[in-house]
């Protein structure tokens, strides 16, 4: 599954931004995962679905916006960079339903702002789907980067 994730996003993040996206080998640290506070998530419900889980730096997320709505970066707002993260986690959650071994449904996607300094979120979901619900058990967690900056794609399956 980690192969075919990263597949799918890598051809996302080309065809879409025009802009390459590499695997980070290590794990990192949790200063780092804090940072990770603009997540976006989309569920696939039924047999083989999960919840696929899009987290990145705001910074990253208003270059996204930029180039997918051809705006400069000063005319980027939170609603934009919410728009283009939901955008990116529904396109990879699409293809990847594709390849899915079973039939699942694709929703739409779910924005969610943490606070890095209090640990706290605002918005529907958290990073991790709530325990016992679809995409509760296993997660392939990719740690990649784009344009120097963190981002994270997770399945929960």
Known sequence: ????????????????LGLPIVRVSEVRPPETSAQLTLQASVA?????GGTLVLSCVPEWAEVAASIMFDLSRAEIDEGLRDDAVG???NIVGGNLKAILPEEVD??????????AAAGTERGADAERPPSGSQGAGPATILELSCEGSPVRLAFYE
Do not use: C, K, Y
């Open 106 to 115: 694709l929703r739409p996607p779910v924005v969610t702002h943490r606070s």
């Open 87 to 89: 955008e990116l986690v």
């Open 1 to 16: 599954m980690e192969d075919q994730l990263f597949q799918v996003a890598e051809n996302t993040w080309a065809i879409t």
């Open 44 to 48: 696939l419900p039924g047999v083989g």
